[in-house]
């Protein structure tokens, strides 16, 4: 299925990319299997995106590591929110 | 009545405080007082000196967590009107971030649902800030 992952703020400059699009298939298509895969594709940052402290939205949503993904779905992976 | 995307905004632009107060002020009769947070660059953070800052946001998501966030603040609080405005892009020391304007019938709400609103905003708002200093830049880990 596909997927467009995006990335803000410094996650987004050590990837080195604002967004991509996914050709990924997984028998457990979830948000943290999707983590797993990126972090095994880019060694180099396997600990920033699969760290805990990293936040991810699906469409726009917060979303935890169990969420499910779908076919078209946007995934946003940033890092805790410093607004204000 | 004003649309609600009027009551939260993400602009690059600056904003006219005295402006937003009136317009939050006229929004009915029975508000009996408007407490108005502005957030402002300052030159110091950390133990660094700071010349500018960038603010990033997530075009889209940050707007719908804000009216989120305001319609959250309006029940919690009961206020009668709120409004929601952060800028992004660069920005300098003396230069406004955030707006806050709560309105309410009496003091205490307006004040308790104030100072909520910016505690949630920095907890949840995908809006990331990277401090330039004269030595480099760095994001912004945590919300002091």
């Known amino acids: 299925m596909k997927v467009t992952v995006r990335y803000f703020a410094l996650l987004r400059e050590r990837i080195g990319r604002e967004s991509e699009e996914l050709d990924w298939d997984d028998a457990e298509p979830t948000v943290g299997r999707l983590r797993g895969y990126l972090a095994d594709r880019a060694p180099a940052l396997g600990a920033v995106l699969r760290g805990g402290t990293l936040l991810v939205a699906v469409n726009r949503e917060y979303a935890a590591a169990d969420t499910v993904l779908r076919d078209g779905d946007e995934v946003a992976l940033f890092p805790p929110v410093t607004g204000g | ?144």
Do not use: N, Y
């Open chain 2, 1 to 144: 009545m004003e649309h609600v995307s009027d009551k939260v905004r993400v602009q690059r632009g600056p904003f006219d405080a005295a402006a937003e107060l009136e317009r939050v002020k006229t929004a009915s009769r029975r508000i009996g007082g408007v407490v108005l947070f502005v957030g402002v660059v300052r030159d110091f953070s950390q133990g660094r000196e700071v010349t500018k800052i960038l603010f990033e946001h997530f075009a889209g998501m940050a707007e719908t967590k804000l009216a989120e966030l305001r319609d959250a603040a309006i029940s919690r609080f009961g206020l009668i009107d709120l409004v929601i405005v952060h800028r992004f892009g660069e920005l300098l020391p003396g230069d406004d971030i955030v707006l806050i304007a709560a309105a309410a019938e009496h003091r205490a709400a307006a004040f308790d649902g104030c100072a909520w609103c910016i505690d949630e905003l920095k907890r949840h708002v995908p809006i990331w800030k990277k401090e330039h200093a004269p030595d480099g830049a760095v994001w912004v880990e945590a919300h002091p």
